[in-house]
C-alpha cells in the first residue's frame, strides 16, 4: 500500500504556520537556530528541524506490549479495540474522577504540537503530534497536599496485547513524573498525530509525550492516572535500577550503560547521514532545565 | 564435480555482501540504516565462525576429509565479514571520530570484547598461507587454536550488546559450545589411540 507523505499533502501556508508556532511557543528547535553561530550548526538545525515520515513514525516503534521488535508493533496492534475507553484520575486528589475518551476530547482542544522524541537507545524524531497540555486534565481535579508525584498505568489486556503473555516487563505498563514535570506545559496528553487520529502502535487512544525526557518516559494507552506521595517505581526501573532512573532526562553527559548518548542518529535521514549531537534535555533546556537546579543529574539520572 | 565445490563456496560465501550492497543502493534497509548494516555484517560473522568450527566435526562423522578443505576459506571469510562489521561501526556510524570509538572501547564490556575478537583473527589470517602452515610446524595448530577463544568473545559480544538473551544470542551461544565441546572428545580420543 502506498501512502502519500503528508509533506506532499501540506500546503505551504500550514506548513509555514507550522514554523511560526514553533518559535511562538519557543520550542528548542528555535532556540538552537537563534544560537547558531557557524554554518554547521545552522545546517544541524535544519536537519533537526525536519518532520520524520509518517511511514516511520508509525512503523518502527518500542512498544513491547506488542511485541520487542520495532516492526512488531504496527503488525500485532492494528486490531487492538481502543472504544470504549476510560481514564479514572485518582489517588491525592480531593475527587477521584472517570472520564470516558469522548468527554476528554469535548472538554479539551488539541493543538499540534512538533516536539523531537529522543530514544534512550540512541535515535530520535520529530513529531507532528496533536495533543493538549496535561495540566489542563489535572486541573479538573483538586490536587490534596500530598500530591507530590503522577504515576500513569497503561491497559492491561494481554489477550489483546501478545506481549503481555511473556514476562518481558513488569505489566502493566507503569511510569511516572514529579508533579512540576507533570504540570509543565510541554507535557503533553497525545491524542493524534500528523492531524489524524492517534494510531494504536503510538499508543492510542491516550498517551502522554514528554519531549526533554527519553521516550520510554511517554506511557502509552493510559488508563490511570493516580496522584501519589512518594516517587513511583517505574516498569524499567523494576527490570533495571542501574541503567534506567526515574528521572530520565535526556542528557549527553550521561551515558547509559550500554549506550553513548553523546549523540544521536535522525530517523529517515539513510544510511549516508553522520549521527548529530544530542542536546541537553533535548533542546528544550530553556523551558525546562530551572526545574532541576541544584540536582546533581548524574545522580539522578 | 569436486573441482567446483570450492569456487562454488566462495560463490555462496560473498553472496551475504551483494545481498547488503543491494539493500545500501537500492534504499531496502528500513528506518535504520546503519544499524541494519552493523547488525547483518555481525550476524554473518558469527555465522561464518560457526561454519569453520563445523568443518573437522563434519569430516568426523562422514568420515570424508574433503571438510577439512574448506576451512581456510571460511576462516578468511570470518575475517572479511569481521572486518566490514567493523568498519561499519568505526566508518559509517562513528565516521572515524576516533575520541567516542575508544571511549566505547573502554567502557563498553561488548565493544571491548568485539574488538579483542578481530584483533585475534589478524594473525590467524596473516599465518593462513601453505607457506605459513610449513613455516611454523607444529606451532600453527596451537596458533590457530585461537579461534576457540574468537569464538567465545563473539558469542559474548551478542549476549552483552542484547536487551535480553532470548533467543539469537542464546542460540548462537549454545551452538559455539556444542561446537567446541565436540573439539574436547576428539582430542580425548586421540590422546586414548595415541
Known sequence: ?301 | MRKYLKPGLFILSTTPFFLILYKIFFNKLGPEPVKEITHFTGEWTLIFICLTLSMSPLKRFTKLPIWVSFRRMLGLFVFFYATLHLLTYVGLDYRFDWKPILDDVVKKKYVFIGFAAWVLLIPLVITSSQKMLRLLKNNWKKLHRLVYVIAIFGSLHYIWLSKTVFFKPLIYFIIIIVLLALRIKIKNRDVNYG
Open chain 1, 1 to 301: 500500500m502506498k501512502k502519500i507523505k503528508y509533506s506532499e499533502i501540506t500546503p505551504e501556508k500550514i506548513y509555514k504556520n507550522r514554523r511560526s508556532f514553533i518559535k511562538s511557543i519557543g520550542l528548542g528547535a528555535s532556540s538552537i537556530a537563534i544560537s547558531s553561530i557557524t554554518l554547521a550548526s545552522k545546517s544541524l538545525a535544519n536537519d533537526r528541524d525536519k518532520l520524520t515520515s509518517y511511514k516511520d513514525i508509525t512503523t518502527y516503534n518500542n512498544y513491547y506490549e506488542f511485541g520487542t521488535s520495532k516492526s512488531d508493533p504496527y503488525r500485532n496492534s492494528q486490531i487492538f479495540k481502543t472504544t470504549p475507553w476510560d481514564i479514572s484520575i485518582e489517588g491525592e486528589v480531593e475527587k477521584p474522577i472517570k472520564l470516558t475518551m469522548e468527554e476528554i476530547s469535548e472538554m479539551f482542544v488539541s493543538e499540534e504540537r512538533i516536539y523531537r522524541l529522543r530514544c534512550v537507545e540512541g535515535w530520535s524524531m520529530v513529531i507532528p503530534w496533536m495533543g493538549f497540555s496535561l495540566s489542563k486534565l489535572l486541573s479538573k481535579v483538586n490536587l490534596t497536599n500530598k500530591a507530590k508525584f503522577v504515576e500513569f498505568e497503561s491497559v492491561y489486556d494481554p489477550t489483546q496485547m501478545k506481549g503481555q503473555r511473556y514476562p518481558i516487563l513488569n505489566w502493566p505498563y507503569n511510569e511516572g513524573l514529579r508533579i512540576d514535570e507533570a504540570m509543565h506545559p510541554l507535557t503533553t496528553v497525545v491524542t493524534g498525530l500528523y492531524g489524524k487520529k492517534l494510531p494504536n502502535q503510538n499508543g492510542a487512544p491516550f498517551r502522554i509525550f514528554i519531549p526533554w525526557k527519553y521516550g520510554f518516559k511517554s506511557a502509552k494507552a493510559i488508563v490511570k492516572i493516580k496522584l501519589v506521595e512518594n516517587m513511583p517505581t517505574s516498569s524499567w526501573m523494576w527490570a533495571s535500577p542501574r541503567e534506567y532512573g526515574f528521572y530520565s532526562n535526556v542528557n549527553p553527559n550521561v551515558d547509559h550503560p550500554r549506550w553513548s548518548q553523546a549523540t544521536e542518529r535522525i530517523i529517515g535521514e539513510g544510511v549516508w547521514a553522520p549521527r548529530v549531537k544530542t542536546l541537553m534535555f533535548n533542546g528544550y533546556g530553556d523551558e525546562v532545565a530551572s526545574l532541576y537546579t541544584g540536582m546533581d543529574l548524574k545522580k539522578y539520572f
